[in-house]
């Protein structure tokens, strides 16, 4: 085995979502996102973010717990080049963003989608 342990790589994280198809196109609209795949008939939406690993939305069923506003969960990163620059962005583009957080090694903000889950832009210090 490799050195990620049992798996060979992280090939989607998923977000879910009240409505995939309102939920999709604010991810078109606000982020630039394109999908790279739309499964309308199992309420799953498949973004390339870039690198290996895809962002899945999949559409809450019935029988699922619903999300709880600001309960603690796992939520995606994005690295990108120029946090300040995604940060006025996405703020002209009325996303509600949190401001610049500044570590040691990296700058960014958290962000909230349609259905208010939480995602983070994050860029690496420079020389990190």
Same mark, same amino acid.
């Given at each position: =085995?490799s050195?990620t342990?049992?798996?060979? &790589?992280? /090939? ?12 999709? /196109? ?7 996102? #394109?999908? &790279? &795949? #739309? ?5 799953? $939406? ?18 699922? *717990? !619903? =999300?709880? !506003?600001?309960?603690?969960? &796992? ?9 300040? #620059? ?10 509600? *963003?949190? !401001?610049?957080? #500044?570590?040691?090694?990296?700058? $960014? ?20």
């Open positions: =085995m050195g342990g049992v798996f060979r &790589s992280l /090939a989607t994280v998923v977000v879910r979502v009240a409505d995939v198809e309102a939920a999709a /196109a604010w991810y078109r609209e606000k982020l630039g996102l #394109e999908a &790279s &795949s #739309e499964h309308g008939d199992a309420h799953r $939406c498949v973004f390339d973010v870039g690198g290996t690993t895809s962002l899945t939305l999949r559409q809450l069923e019935r029988a699922d *717990v !619903p =999300m709880v !506003p600001g309960a603690a969960t &796992s939520y995606p990163v994005f690295a990108v080049d120029d946090v300040d #620059e995604v940060w006025r962005t996405l703020r002209e583009r009325d996303v509600l *963003v949190e !401001p610049i957080v #500044e570590r040691a090694t990296e700058r $960014c903000f958290q962000f909230l989608d349609l259905d208010g889950n939480r995602l983070e832009a994050r860029q690496a210090a420079s020389g990190g």
